[in-house]
């Protein structure tokens, strides 16, 4: 597979420079058309690029045809040469490839779906399957190859679209949630999920491995070895917190039918982070990815999302609306200086929140309490918590 990565990586390049070689020449860009046509033409040239199935070469004119557009929108940077340790993934649409011989191995917790991928110009496949797949639906097979040379198969399915709303009569509850460093979500039922800090507990085993990789002659076995066990560590970390995330998801989806989420400039947090473990706990937080997987749970069931603006809803009294301009990140309870309003900071903000989409909750929580421990990837190992 490393030998069609490299080819689709070089004729990725190819179609960068004759992109910007028509544009010198011509004063103009190529089209989707051209792109496609050019790529199969390059691919009849070069052996190198005859490696790739006609499908796929097809769609690395697609990709950069797709990262121009989005240039053009101002959604993205230019195009740029791809080096190929960048360049980790292929495209089959609906041929050069077959699915076969589905399975199942195992008994109990270790019960497993397994089948035979096909993939032309590549081989074949074991894969372990973690849901019912449609066949007759599939569209496009991706593969993808992780650093750490673990392989995943994503299959884009074609559904039609359905967003199923709750009859008029039936009653509808919301819920929202602040995002935070020490607690990571606050609800506004008055629950919230500690932030674990993968990346912050995981840090010092990158530093040894970030050493000894360091220390090794590049691209000699043993640094090859070295970058594997240093990739799987930080795709250990990812890991847990996506399923941690997912997990909190389906949780919240399932017992209410709208989210109320602040509308964070997470990049502007960053940036004005005062201290460098401020910052990497900003990052170790994942904010963006956090609200993308809640979105996106709530969506797929039918419910709605609604995004509110987060200024000052930290300082913004729930009961009166009044703003507490003294109030510090180091204050971790709300106290309203107008009406004398008290109540923990983080739950004062989610009902803000809730307040501000236009939903009242008919109680204001007394006191906060935890989300019970939720089944995750790593939170446990011998009884000690840790990745």
Not at 152 to 157: A, E, G, M, N
Not at 159 to 172: A, C, D, L, N, V
Not at 280 to 303: A, N, P, Q, Y
Request: glycine fraction near 6%; proline fraction near 5%; include cysteine.
């Amino acid at each position: 597979m490393e030998t069609q990565l490299e080819a689709a990586c070089k004729l990725y390049n190819a179609l960068l420079h004759a992109e910007q070689e028509e544009y010198e020449e011509n004063k103009r860009t190529m089209s989707r058309n051209e792109l496609r046509q050019l790529a199969l033409d390059l691919r009849k040239k070069n052996k190198e690029f005859q490696a790739l199935h006609s499908q796929v070469t097809q769609q690395v004119a697609e990709r950069f045809y797709e990262a121009r557009q989005r240039y053009f929108e101002g959604l993205a940077n230019k195009p740029r040469v791809k080096k190929p340790h960048r360049y980790l993934s292929l495209v089959y649409p609906q041929s050069g490839w077959k699915l076969s011989n589905i399975r199942e191995v195992g008994l109990g917790k270790n019960k497993k779906r397994k089948a035979r991928l096909y993939l032309s110009k590549i081989g074949f496949f074991t894969l372990v399957i973690h849901r019912e797949l449609p066949l007759e639906r599939v569209s496009q097979v991706c593969v993808k190859l992780y650093p750490s040379g673990r392989i995943h198969v994503i299959f884009l399915v074609e559904e039609p679209e359905s967003q199923e709303q709750p009859s008029e009569g039936e009653p509808r509850k919301a819920v929202g949630v602040d995002l935070g460093l020490t607690r990571l979500a606050t609800l506004s039922d008055g629950r919230y999920l500690e932030n674990p800090k993968p990346l912050e507990r995981s840090l010092e085993r990158i530093r040894v491995l970030q050493r000894s990789l360091s220390r090794k002659r590049f691209l000699s076995k043993n640094w090859l070895k070295a970058k594997i066990r240093l990739a799987k560590q930080h795709e250990r970390v990812k890991d847990f917190r996506r399923d941690l995330f997912f997990k909190l998801g389906a949780l919240l989806s399932q017992e209410y039918d709208v989210l109320v989420l602040e509308d964070l400039n997470v990049q502007g947090l960053i940036q004005k982070g005062v201290t460098k473990k401020r910052r990497l706990r900003l990052h170790d937080s994942s904010f963006s990815e956090l609200r993308r997987i809640l979105e996106w749970e709530f969506v797929k069931r039918g419910k709605l999302v609604l995004p509110v603006p987060s200024y000052n809803s930290s300082r913004e009294c729930f009961l009166c609306g009044g703003i507490n301009q003294d109030l510090t990140l180091e204050d971790r309870v709300f106290h309203c200086p107008y009406c004398g309003f008290t109540l923990d900071r983080d739950l004062n903000a989610s009902l803000v929140l809730l307040k501000r989409a236009g939903w009242v909750p008919s109680a204001v929580p007394v006191e906060l309490r935890p989300i019970p421990p939720l089944p995750s990837l790593g939170l446990k190992r011998g009884g000690k918590v840790g990745l």
